[in-house]
């Protein structure tokens, strides 16, 4: 436990969530972390709200319960969105590695939904600092990889006019070092432990960087962007292990004169071991890359994918497969448009009338289609377009 | 004690040297400060050297031993400079206040004075954010305060051709950053205690710090000044409370492959009321200002300066002053140019030939020249030289 960070144990059970680990003995329990963060669950009425507000079919990935929490601020932009208000979309990621994996994705390609649903712009932080503070890696690595990363979340068609992505390496310095000072001036040292579980032995960089990833929440870090716009709200779509960030950053924005950024929160894309946890970099079998083949993907799910089928084919006929703990159904709901056929393995899977290996060549087929799909999409992102998303500019097509 | 910073605490005599305190019950005691600090006495022969090198008479800061300590790398760094290889130096200042006093402005006679007779490039950090943290500044006060505060280093007479002058709300970024991120990353947060006394109460923004205070020791921070000159070694003017921020750097350099930094360090400037601890920002009649009219100066040094002669013009003709403790004496030794004339002060006075009166008469004149100096070098600063020392730039002029 590289951070000393705060574990939640109660019982015999132990889950551990925090923006550097995500572990559980069992399978995570969402009802605790809402509990223990202090958000709450969207329900269908936010759903149907999303619908009624842009006129278009909510993403599967809120229909399907995948973006699952929220807090009351988001209520409070959709009210001003319906008065004609708008808001920004923030979200990022940390360059750790060359190819992400399909968890990494997910927020991306819900954001980007977000952003064509409500016709805003959005920041996208690549935090190379935190990546070269955290894990073993120079300076000229992560900045390197947070390049790669942009690619790959260029690839997922976000549009150029209404997009801004900065890695902080770059972008740290003027209106944003000004709002980072600010912020660390509210947080004491024990706050910081209570919130993300420093110890002492940990380097004080670790300790400087919480209000890096806090500050593209105040529209006044982007003059570039939202000068003249500093009341504008601003929606953070993320993984719930990013929560502590943005519980600081909400308990800092009104002693700034702030408004606090509201969040749209994912539980985790779970390892093709099981449901356990969110997946580990470390072990390139526990998850599907971007860059697999489709060879390798038909390979990972078929001899990976943890499956909650019976142990013989008379068992599972009799009993049905437990689609709680089964991974191949897991991913689909994840990655499967289609409501009605969801519905269908969900009751056929579910009874035993359907077997795993149909059900995982469903899933290889729908991963070998996405990942190809943004395989050919980032290869078509030139230098020239990272360059467009990331120069310092105003967003001419920012509310339109 | 806002920091609970670290105490040096000894038998009863109890004294407190950091970068935000500066306190003794008695005179501070420099061999046990120097003890503390790691560095070494300045002697004779490094004052014979700097004569030898310079080709100049070394500045009555040097003669006088007011700046008397430094380290190991100072030789080295000269030894250099016989070699034909240069150096450049960093100085700063924290802008807290408006109004800069006496004390504020010897290192930076000094630095001049090194400028000068080295020719050298010369880097001068405004630690606004510092200020901002520590002090219940805003970020916009800081940032005024520091452009003032510009404008009384510049009327020192800094040659603007070698000199780049930045506040850290201006300059952090790029470059800069990432080698505050190399720093903070080689410092836990229980080594910055153990440095610094940081407590848990302190919030993270002091935290964060010394690493910004730390960078301006490497070249590399500066692209447009040292670019290619990665190697370069840097010497740091500064008081001795400011060591500590010094000692961290000096034990991280080596690690990010990096040279230490040299310091020459000097002593305190005291307050008029005695030679116990440094001045005291805020008592206005504990300093004399660059603002102070004549008539404020005559009325502060006659009323206020601690006088170390007898109590009777009788015991005073028969004991002589005390010159350990007497500030009108103290303060000649730093601001009276010729020194035959501040040996025959000191043994007229010291004898008991000379009254008080007399040596605070000689001083009102030297402290009015000089703040009458000061103070018109400072009105012909314009809004358009202070953008010119601060624009981010090469300098054209650097080793000649």
Known sequence: MENGAKRVEE??????????????????????????FGCQRLDQSFVDRVFRLTGRSPHIFLRRNVFFAHNRDLNEILDAYERGDKFYLYTGRGPSSEALHLGHLIPFMFTKYLQEAFKVPLVIQLTDDEKCMWKNLTVEE?????????????????????????SDFDYVGGAFYENMVRVAKCVTYNKAVGIFGFTGEDH???????????????????????????????????AIDQDPYFRMTRDVAPRLGYKKPALIESSFFPALQG?????????????????????????????YAFSGGQDSVENHRKYGANLEVDIPFKYLSFFLEYDEELEHIRKEYGSGRMLTGEVKKRLIDVLTVLVERHRAARAAVTDEMVDAFMAVRPLPNMFN
């Not at 500050?215 to 962007?225: A, E, Y």
């Not at 970099?281 to 526990?286: I, K, Q, T």
């Open 275 to 303: 449901v356990s946890g969110k997946m580990n970099a470390g072990d390139p079998n526990s998850a599907i890359y971007v860059t697999d083949s489709p060879k390798e993907i038909k390979n990972k799910v078929n001899k």
């Open 204 to 238: 004080i960089g670790k300790i400087s960087f919480p209000p890096v990833q806090a500050v593209p929440s105040f529209p006044s870090s982007f003059p570039h962007l939202f000068s003249g716009n500093d009341k504008l709200r601003c929606l953070i779509p993320c």
């Open 11 to 36: 019982e015999e059970e132990e889950q551990v969530v925090n923006p550097w680990e995500v572990s559980s003995k069992n399978k995570i329990d969402y009802d605790k972390l809402i509990d223990q």
């Open 142 to 166: 992560s900045k390197r990889l947070a390049r790669e990363n942009a690619k790959d979340i260029i690839a997922c068609g976000f549009d150029v006019s209404r997009t801004f992505i900065f």
